[in-house]
């Protein structure tokens, strides 16, 4: 039975310990959370921080683990690297995963091979004169973090006088306290998905996206089939394809935001070397496309052989439990919830728990999952299960 190591075992990597297991590999994983909720899926753990790369090569030898992978967080991206490197397994090349977790690296790199429609963008640290580069810039323009994970510490400003404070922000939101300026796109956003196994870049699908208003960027769900025209979509795709190649990624899962405007330019705001979160892996895709990614990922990882054959699939789409501040009084009955609109519902929300307004990631509580034949249909249960959901728990 080979091994598996997944870097993280928080809410999102336990769906894939738990898919490992279903396959029939030995799941190992690692976090600084002690009462990480993978912990009790996994046949294995340690208690490890998922960026310390010394500490998790140590406990992956001692386990003479067959793979290592990480997913959903952008924390564990070097180190899945460095393991693979070190013990000479499949995985992402180290230099490739460093360069793909510097944000002003990856638009660089994007802006001189001509791979989207973005223009040049500046990078910050503390040293940097923010009145002068203010005198170089046309309002609004996006600041977020080089580093780190989803959206935090990214907002739009829309005048010089709000500049420092989001490029304060930004930086203490970096691990290396850096941070990228970037024109301000006007467009709708969408996600892309992809698995690069056997030399080969499977962009798996094209999501269309629901985002926060201004000035937070987090991502509220996503739906498969987009609403784009197939000519856009198939430019897009071929975007993704050649963003991945150019940058220098040859293996694994690649999780891509965009935004198009209504003329149909793409420009590329994010890329991350590892599965999506937000319920991507377990089921947009699945559900979506017919693929089982988060399958195919782990063979991937230790060695396997892929199958990207489709089955069966449906329109899909999502909505994170993103509520606004309060404590929580009551929870509605979820299985009955779950069997009158046909739905998934994940969550972590406890009575007696305090909700954070969403403002990232971080402040969701859990997501609501809809199939059927149109996607319209589909954005509709969710979002009126949602309206349930938040009708009742305060």
């Given amino acids: 039975m080979k091994k598996l190591l997944v870097i993280g075992a928080g809410f999102l990597q336990d769906f894939v310990i738990q898919k490992a ?4 590999y030995e799941t190992l994983t690692v976090d600084a959370d002690p009462n990480a909720v993978g912990f009790k899926s996994a046949d294995r753990y340690a208690v490890i921080n998922i960026v310390d790369e010394k500490a998790c090569l140590e406990y992956a030898r001692k386990e003479n683990i067959d793979g290592v992978l990480t997913a959903a967080t952008d924390y564990g991206v070097l180190t899945a690297a ?3 490197r070190e013990m000479n397994l499949p995985g992402l090349n180290y230099e490739a995963a460093q360069l793909i977790k510097n944000k002003y690296r990856v638009r660089k790199c994007l802006f001189d091979s001509h791979i989207d ?15 002068d580069l203010c005198g170089k810039l046309s309002f609004p323009v996006m600041v977020k973090p080089c580093d780190g994970s989803g959206s935090r510490g990214a907002s739009r400003v829309d005048s010089p006088e709000d500049f420092p404070k989001a490029c304060s922000a930004a930086m203490d939101s970096s691990i290396t306290h850096r941070a990228e300026v970037e024109t301000f796109i006007t467009g709708t956003e969408y996600g892309a998905e992809s698995l690069v196994a056997g030399g080969e870049v499977h962009v798996l699908g094209i999501m269309r996206k629901w985002m ?3 000035p ?60 999506g979160g937000n319920m991507i892996g377990p089921c947009v895709i699945p559900y979506g496309t017919g693929i089982d990614y988060m399958a195919n990922m ?7 052989e892929t199958d990207f054959t489709p089955t069966s ?28 609109y046909g739905v998934e519902i994940y969550h972590h929300l406890e009575v007696g728990q ?12 859990g997501y609501v999952v809809a199939r059927a034949d149109d996607v319209d249909s589909a954005v509709n249960t969710v979002d009126t299960v949602l309206n349930r959901i938040k009708e009742t728990i305060f």
Avoid: W
């Avoid at 297991?21 to 029939?24: E, F």
């Avoid at 909505?319 to 606004?324: G, I």
């Fill in 216 to 275: 937070y960027y987090a991502e509220l769900g996503h739906a498969i089939p987009t609403d784009l025209p197939r000519e856009v979509e198939e430019r897009a795709r071929q975007c993704v394809e050649n963003a991945i190649k150019v940058l220098g990624i040859s293996f694994g899962s690649v999780n891509m935001d965009m935004l198009i405007t209504k003329e149909g330019k793409i420009h590329i705001i994010d890329i991350g070397a590892r599965m």
């Fill in 298 to 304: 782990i063979r991937n990882a230790v060695g396997d």
């Fill in 117 to 131: 429609d973005t223009e040049q963008a500046y990078e910050i640290d503390k040293d940097t004169d923010l009145k």
């Fill in 313 to 340: 699939h449906s329109c899909v789409a999502t909505r994170l439990l993103a509520f606004d501040d309060g404590v929580v009084k009551r929870l509605p009955d979820f299985a009955a919830l779950e069997k009158e």
């Fill in 212 to 214: 926060t208003k201004p």
């Fill in 82 to 84: 460095y393991v693979a």
């Fill in 354 to 365: 305090r909700v954070n307004e969403y403002h990232t990631n971080l402040d969701g509580c």
């Fill in 21 to 24: 297991k279903k396959m029939g």
